[in-house]
T-cell receptor, first 110, second 116 residues
Framework: DAGITQSPRYKITETGRQVTLMCHQT?????MFWYRQDLGHGLRLIYY???????DKGEVPDGYVVSRSKTENFPLTLESATRSQTSVYFC?????????FGPGTRLTVL | AQSVSQHNHHVILSEAASLELGCNYS??????LFWYVQYPGQHLQLLLK??????LVKGIKGFEAEFIKSKFSFNLRKPSVQWSDTAEYFC??????????????FGSGTRLSIRP
């Protein structure tokens, strides 16, 4: 079973460009999350969604936009990328009391 | 504010050595506790979790963790590590009965390197 997938796995972009990271899960989990992983900071929550059309900010939402028109998809958009957004981004969904993570997207902003 | 501390940033051990990774959290209420593992180039996977009951919990691959409420700690242990345990380990804490996802907090991670 595919579980949770992310695309692209690697992305290089330039400052000021818009970038969208995709996340897809096949379990029909209600909750989905976006985290960024940076050295020394662990995982920090960017946005989360409790269901389709319900989203809320996490710890570090500035510069990011999310949408959830379908339960299985939860795209993350960087409206105008900055170098500080260079990071590894993980999508996750929650089944019961456990979170399941996608493989991650390594984003570099030049 | 709640926080999770993993004081060991990088641990280097030889095969067959015993392992203990520290995790401390700051929150006075009831918590759910997790350890996740991230193997090189892979996503995070759940290693074990504690919600209630026996404070010594066993996870996959021979790992276990002990919840000591008085010390606000949830240390991860393994009696004999293998080279394949080389990974990054994350402790995470969620408020018990959490419905808002923003209440799950991850530590900064501990990188474990095993010498063959």
């Amino acid at each position: 079973d595919a579980g949770i997938t992310q695309s692209p796995r690697y992305k290089i972009t330039e400052t000021g460009r818009q970038v969208t990271l995709m996340c897809h899960q096949t379990w029909s989990h209600s909750y989905m999350f976006w985290y960024r992983q940076d050295l020394g900071h662990g995982l920090r929550l960017i946005y989360y969604s409790a269901a389709a059309d319900i989203t809320d900010k996490g710890e570090v939402p500035d510069g990011y936009v999310v949408s959830r028109s379908k339960t299985e998809n939860f795209p993350l958009t960087l409206e105008s990328a900055t170098r500080s957004q260079t990071s590894v981004y993980f999508c996750a969904s929650r089944g019961g009391d456990t979170q399941y993570f996608g493989p991650g997207t390594r984003l570099t902003v030049l | 504010a709640q926080s999770v501390s993993q004081h060991n940033h990088h641990v280097i051990l030889s095969e067959a050595a015993s392992l203990e990774l520290g995790c401390n959290y700051s929150y006075g209420g009831t918590v759910n506790l997790f350890w996740y593992v991230q193997y090189p180039g892979q996503h995070l996977q759940l290693l074990l979790k504690y919600f209630s009951g026996d404070p010594l919990v066993k996870g996959i691959k021979g790992f276990e963790a002990e919840f000591i409420k008085s010390k606000f700690s949830f240390n991860l242990r393994k009696p004999s590590v293998q080279w394949s345990d080389t990974a990054e380990y994350f402790c995470a804490v969620a408020l018990a009965g959490y419905s808002s996802a923003s209440k799950i907090i991850f530590g900064s991670g501990t990188r474990l390197s095993i010498r063959p």
